[in-house]
Nanobody, 123 residues
Framework: QLQLVESGGGSVQPGGSLRLSCAAS????????IGWFRQAPGKEREGVSC????????DSARSVKGRFIISRDNANNTVYLQMNSLKPEDTAIYYC????????????????WGLGTQVTVSS
């Protein structure tokens, strides 16, 4: 059974950066496409970025394009989300999730989920 654990969240000022990690255990990560999602209080969960099994393709939400970069290191069973130029509206709990098949930004397509890591952007 694949298990995912997010880390790297925290508090940062607007304009700052954070790098989130999604570490997998129980199975090799290279069998799965990975997505990053976030959920702010009172809002629905939204797709942020996703990446294919090989790392050669993916997608990002319009709100984070040019600021967030998703990458993966299959040798170390880890996926990363580099977040730059953070804004207060990026404040949310960030989750990583895995699915077999193509990378997608739709959360209902994902089978395995981590418990999330909090990101707070505030001055």
């Amino acid at each position: 059974q694949l298990q995912l654990v997010e880390s790297g969240g925290g508090s940062v000022q607007p304009g700052g950066s954070l790098r989130l990690s999604c570490a997998a255990s129980g199975s090799t990560l290279d069998a799965y496409a990975i997505g990053w999602f976030r959920q702010a209080p009172g809002k629905e969960r939204e797709g942020v970025s996703c990446i294919s099994k090989t790392g050669r393709s993916g997608d990002s939400a319009r709100s984070v394009k040019g600021r967030f970069i998703i990458s993966r290191d299959n040798a170390n069973n880890t996926v990363y989300l580099q977040m730059n130029s953070l804004k207060p509206e990026d404040t949310a709990i960030y989750y990583c999730a895995a699915r077999r098949g193509w990378p997608l930004l739709a959360s209902y397509e994902y089978e395995y989920w981590g418990l999330g890591t909090q990101v707070t952007v505030s001055s």
